[in-house]
């Protein structure tokens, strides 16, 4: 495959990332290195309908069918890490997802190294869910029941006093039938110089048949596979609740024909543009707009929200949320793999790579624990016998059952399934997660830093006030200010602009239109230069005055926005608006209180109308008339004393969101811009969801103490009782299923929420 070559800003691209002593610091470095402008990293949330290819000069993608445990992780990370052009590796285990950065690396070689650890790489072309998402262990249970007769005959003829013989085969046939996968993993691993849990217990089954402990080996062998077993299943279920979601879109949809015929179509054959027609108590196939008729609409499946939503002519709708009443038609606005909810799911997914901090903790641990336990065990078994006069046999055993506590299966395994109950929950409610790091940090955020409008307030603010400060007539000053600010999507251009329309006032043409940022907008009409803008262009400008001050003050200290246009005379005139608070605004702040975050409030707008409105939702401090680079600051300096969010909708929110340590974007109504550059999109814009964000977050850490305080214990515990002579290999196995099977039920406990 050809590959191109290409340059990228000086950041690089971060390595896997280990949080340090220094962990505050580290964590904004890699969102700096996550955000910069000419990354090639796809966004999570993006409208770019391009595939991900197989290859270019970033990145390969391969599907690899049995790896789905950090076990395997670990072993393609030290196949792969040290291979020449390979940058970094991110790992999808729930969808077993391999995404290798590189620059310039032989692909072959890198489809050759994974196929010699017995991974076998499946290149894919872009993350089609519905492949990705497929994937149903492949067990052999009549072969591993079969192993388990056999296994329990050999202990049957073991206790009757049976011919050895007559066990030893018993108890090999039964190994090769139960364990010939993990000894081919435990061989492919020793090779690489990896000592996983394959090889631990490929280790202890051969000591044990060495030693004559032929019925134990056996049963050993069949139970370790049949532990592995319901694992995968168990892993299974957590994967199901992302690869559910899929089932709420349907596989057809009615499609208006060219020659006027309603058809149905498979919805991955629809085109955009085309029109789709919704029957009541159906559910809604494709993203789209309606074009004729209304209806209510349960939303629930997108954003969380628990009332249906009227919705009419000119009103977005999306795939796998339900009409409940009424027949319309809508045009589709968006392919079916690039749907709300497919990038939903896509999100999830990729979200997974990113790790929480106790999973990093426990990927470090388990590889300095199980080459530690099993140089113990080595010592175990030979020092005694050599040089303090033990018995070899009893020594040999108590150093094989050291071998079988070891395995971290347990340890491993309870992170992952945690982290990703906790994600799919947070997306049943509504709330985007784009990585465990984000999820398990929720709950030590203790200053909140809230954009104003479109956040705490509707964002749709109406005009109030109007006042003639030049020569100019009212009727020609409306023109102009309504032609300058039907150019600006700000809402308070849009409360001028919607004003002057419910007046038929008409519009003059602009020419040589823009925007400036943190004051307002200029253009020309009619060969003149006019401003729109707030009280810092007037200021720019030079055109200030006592007696406009004063005017802004008072309406300022109403709570109003005030705007002026300025023309070669001056100001002109005077425009303000008011925006309406959310009602679900001020519930959020009261129970953000309640969890003891502190809450700022940031806005361009004036200081009292800043001050007013927080005051009204219960924010104690408001800091007006804020650039994007201020509100930077204000987040920078807020970060010193603690984990901080920022929550906005905007592109000037962009660089604070990208600042703190978890940015929130409004997702319903924020810019592409924001939703890429945040952490956590609220897919209703119900700030509401930030305070169940941060339960969810203390819920999901405390279920990983839990787990890897009792895994933990386990192993302590039998440690214990392998030096006192207490355990044999059989308690040690069932102690590491029951223990894997606990950290697994208790993970999934929070799809239960």
Known sequence: MNQHNSSCCSKQKSTPHHHTSNEHDDHHHQKEQKHCACSHDQPILSSDNAPIPVSNDTQAVYRIGNMDCPTEEALIRKKLANMAGIIKLEFNLMQRILTVHHKQASLKDIEAALTAIDMAPEPILNFDTEKTADFTPKIKWKQLAFAGVLALAAEITHFMAGPDYRVLILAIVAILLGGLGTYKKGWIALKNFNLNMNALMSFAVTGALLIGQWPEAAMVMVLFTLAEAIEAKSMDRARNAIKNLLSLTPEQATVLQSDGLWLEMEVKNVAIDSVVRVKPGERIALDGEIVSGQSTINQAPITGESLPIEKGIGDPVFAGTINESGSFEYKVTALATQSTLSRIIKAVESAQGTKAQAQRFVDRFAKVYTPLVFIIALCVGLIPPLFMHGIWFDWIYKALVLLVIACPCALVISTPVTIVSGLAVATRYGILIKGGMYLEQGRKLKTLALDKTGTITYGKPKQTDFIVFGTLDSQQIR?????????????????????????????????????????????????????????????????????????????????????????????????????????????????????????????GDNRYTAEVIAKQVGISQAKGNLLPEDKLAVVSELAQSGIVGMVGDGIN???????????????????????????????????????????????????????????????????????????????AVFADIGTSLLVVANGLRLLRK
């Open 479 to 603: 023109q102009i200010a309504a032609s300058i600010a039907s150019r600006s999507d700000h809402p308070v251009s849009k409360a001028i602009t919607l004003a002057a329309n419910d007046d038929q006032i008409t519009q003059f043409k602009v020419i040589n239109f823009s925007a400036i940022l943190g004051q307002g907008t200029r253009g020309e009409i009619e060969g003149e230069l006019w401003f729109m803008g707030n009280h810092r262009m007037v200021k720019e400008l030079g055109v200030c005055s006592n007696l406009l001050d004063q005017q802004i003050q008072a309406l300022e200290q109403q709570g109003k926005t005030v705007v002026m246009l300025i023309g070669p005379q001056g100001v002109q005139a005077l425009f303000a608006v008011a925006d309406t608070i959310k009602e679900t605004s001020i519930e959020a702040i009261t129970e953000l209180k309640k969890l003891g975050i502190k809450t700022v409030m940031l806005t």
């Open 653 to 731: 929110d962009a660089p604070a969101l990208a600042k703190a340590d978890i940015g929130f974007a409004m997702g319903a109504v924020g810019t592409d811009t924001a939703i890429e550059t945040a952490d956590v999109a609220l897919m209703d814009d119900d700030l509401r969801k930030i305070p169940q964000f941060i339960r969810l977050s203390k819920s999901t850490f405390a279920i990983l103490v839990q787990n890897i305080t009792f895994a933990l214990a386990v192993k302590i515990v039998f440690f214990a009782l392998t030096f006192m002579g207490e355990a044999n290999m059989w308690m």
